[in-house]
């Protein structure tokens, strides 16, 4: 069991890597590029689906948990949300808080 | 005066600092990259390599100037889209990817000595190659089905001029015909195209020509989406039906001149006929010695560097991705992998244990969408589902629509990454 305040300093302590490095792209996390197929990295492309880059980590976090949990309604995020870990999920969300447009 | 020693010298020091990149850059001081294919493998995975690193050369080699979706095409066929939507040029990718793109055509591969050769004449060298071909029909594997059969009994299975020849054949047809699907066994391209382009007929006929019908006859009993599929012809379309290979579906010939099908127990006579044949790895696969006696090109999934020839990566299609299907969203989720660890290879570091997920949506008709979305890792050397499924089988006409909005997103999102 994660408590908030692990997720929080977990989330902060990788948003700073992401930031450390010019290039963003080079530390996402294994599996963070997969999600650009639905989620557009670029803000011109019309969509229902919400962009991720900039996004609160916390924020996503407790969403994925939540698809996971099958407390949030969703169409394809509670079946996606089923495979990734605690850890997969925290290193996502703080690398897509870290990325700017 | 001063001005002019001034400019003097920065016109040197310019001309100095390009005689001293030149060579180098020729040399490829970060490493030459050479990717062969521009679909949503190749052109991503070239892009990515050079985002990840700017200092690597990297080369696309494609053959033609416009690419031509295949994901949304089967509502070209049924004339809800039109072919335009599918295609995209390399102008906008080439200035801000900076990879440079040869528009000719990959004629061999030498992995000893690691070389290129395409068809104007000129050799390219790697460091690393990525193989994206996409997919080849085989000729071979359906008697009676030729590359001249192709006009009369369209396979639409790359997109492009085949996409309008079968809408054209859907719209010629007189109300009260049969138009036939035959679907392959698998591996093939895209698994649950066939009946999404079944459901998308069978929606074009009831509501154009209801007194017509189509009959998918499948080599195969079982297929991607299946339940969901069933559950909305039961629903919606009386007029389409589906023989399983148990049932006597599998096509063993084709007669083009008689527009006929034969199986195991009948003749299937039609006015249009779709015929998607047996596939492989596409041609410069085969003759880069890194398709196996499948036809098919296997992986490490860590990396999609060949099992069989060493500096060479394969992406997309042609690959044999364990659970992972051949779908554009897999494709370019295979690229973004693959350029991380080509970039990390290139700089001797160790690549990451990769996760990838495919989501992949299909049309029932045009407000009703279903998916299929699951995460894979590499398990005992290959890519193993980690979790995912498909859509609810009891939903409302809400959600359907829902994901036919967001199938419609994911298009505007993937090709705006991939080409934009």
């Known amino acids: 069991m994660i408590g908030p305040a692990a997720i929080i300093s977990a989330a902060v302590g990788l948003a700073w890597s992401g930031i450390a490095t010019a290039a963003g792209v080079a530390n996402a996390p294994p599996g963070a590029l997969s999600c650009s197929g639905c989620h557009a990295s670029a803000a011109s492309v019309e969509t229902p689906v919400p962009r991720l880059a900039g996004r609160d980590a916390n924020a996503i976090v407790a969403a994925m948990q939540a698809f996971r949990a099958g407390q949030m309604p969703a169409t394809v995020m509670d079946r996606i949300a089923k495979g990734f870990t605690d850890e997969e999920i925290q290193a996502i969300a703080a690398w897509y808080a870290a990325q700017k447009d | 005066m001063a001005h002019a020693s001034r400019r003097k010298f920065l016109t040197t020091a310019g001309v100095a600092g390009a005689l001293l990149s030149l060579p180098a850059l020729a040399q490829g001081s970060g490493g030459r990259v050479v990717v062969i294919g521009a679909g949503f493998a190749g052109a991503t995975c070239a892009r990515f390599i050079k985002r990840l690193n700017p200092n690597l050369n990297v080369t696309l080699v494609e053959t033609s100037r416009t690419f031509t979706a295949c994901p949304f095409s089967n509502e070209v066929v049924v004339g809800l889209r039109d072919i335009k939507a599918q295609q995209f040029g390399y102008d906008r990718f080439a200035a801000a990817s900076g990879v440079v793109i040869a528009f000719a055509t990959a004629t061999a591969v030498d992995p000893q000595r690691r070389t290129v050769m395409l068809d104007n004449g000129s050799q390219l060298d790697y460091d690393r190659l ?55 066994a698998n591996p093939f391209r895209c698994p649950p195209g066939p009946y999404e382009r079944a459901s998308l007929i069978a929606y074009y006929l009831k509501t154009k020509k209801p007194k017509s019908k189509i009959i998918v006859l499948d080599a195969k009993d079982a297929f991607s989406k299946q339940g969901l599929f069933q559950n909305a012809w039961k629903e919606l379309y009386p007029n389409l039906e589906w023989v399983g290979l148990s049932n006597g579906g599998k096509v063993n010939s084709v007669d083009a001149g008689e527009m006929t099908l034969v199986t195991d127990f009948e003749r299937y006579k039609g006015h249009v006929v779709n015929v998607i044949p047996p596939q492989k790895a596409g041609r410069i696969a085969q003759l880069a010695g890194i398709a196996n006696n499948t036809g098919w090109c296997p992986i490490n999934p860590d990396t999609f560097e060949s099992t069989l020839q060493p500096h060479i990566h394969v992406v997309g299609d042609a690959t044999i991705a364990g659970a992972m299907p051949k779908s554009a969203f897999a494709a370019n989720a295979q690229a973004k992998v693959c350029a991380a660890a080509v970039v990390k290879l290139l700089a001797s570091e160790k690549p990451d244990e990769p996760r990838l997920i495919n989501t992949c949506y299909s049309f029932v008709a045009p407000d009703y969408g279903i998916s299929v979305a699951n995460l894979y890792r590499p398990k005992d050397g290959m890519l193993v589902d980690a979790g995912g499924g498909v859509s609810p089988l009891n939903a409302s006409a809400a959600f359907r629509a829902q994901e036919a909005a967001f199938a419609n997103g994911w298009f505007k999102t993937i090709t705006e990454e991939v080409f934009g």
Do not use: F, N
Not at chain 2, 131 to 159: C, F, N, Q
């Open chain 2, 130 to 184: 990525i193989v994206a071909p996409g997919i080849d029909l085989r000729w071979d594997a359906l008697p009676g089905y030729t590359e001249a059969s192709v006009e009369r009994m369209p396979h639409a299975w790359k997109a492009g001029p085949q996409t309008q020849l079968l809408r054209s054949q859907l719209e010629a047809m007189d109300d009260g015909g049969t138009v036939l699907i035959s679907a392959p």
